[in-house]
């Protein structure tokens, strides 16, 4: 059981940045691979960046270049530290757990756990 804790939510201005964290509990945080999701008001949550246990990445094409995701497996935590943000970032972002991974396909992984998501606001 992994149990997952997003902080770092906030309002920014557009053109600014926020770092998003997300604090795994337990021992077997190395052996996950870890994504952000995104959900807008209205729309259907959206896949953002993933991680893979040995620091492989992939991104969306709407944040490739603005946005990093990084991991601290001593800390137990994921990171995604976000640039330039836009008006069409604001959303709930949530992190994601998956015991599986396959290069080809990052955001349709089977993530077996979630965490309960921060808000992220972006004045326009």
């Known amino acids: 059981q992994v149990q997952l804790v997003e902080s770092g939510g906030g309002l920014v201005q557009a053109g600014g940045s926020l770092r998003l964290s997300c604090a795994a509990s337990?021992?077997?945080?190395?052996?996950?691979?870890m994504a952000w999701f995104r959900q807008a008001p209205g729309k259907e949550r959206e896949f953002v960046a993933a991680?893979?246990?040995?620091?492989?990445?992939y991104y969306a094409d709407s944040v490739k270049g603005r946005f990093t995701i990084s991991r601290d497996n001593a800390k137990n935590t994921v990171y995604l530290q976000m640039s330039s943000l836009m008006y069409e970032d604001t959303a709930v972002y949530y992190c994601?757990?998956?015991?599986?991974?396959?290069?080809?396909?990052?955001?349709?992984?089977?993530?077996?756990?979630w965490g309960q998501g921060t808000q992220v606001t972006v004045s326009s």
């Open positions: 994601a757990a998956s015991a599986a991974w396959d290069a080809r396909n990052p955001p349709g992984l089977p993530y077996d756990y």
């Open positions: 337990g021992r077997t945080f190395s052996r996950y691979h």
């Open positions: 991680i893979s246990r040995s620091g492989a990445t």
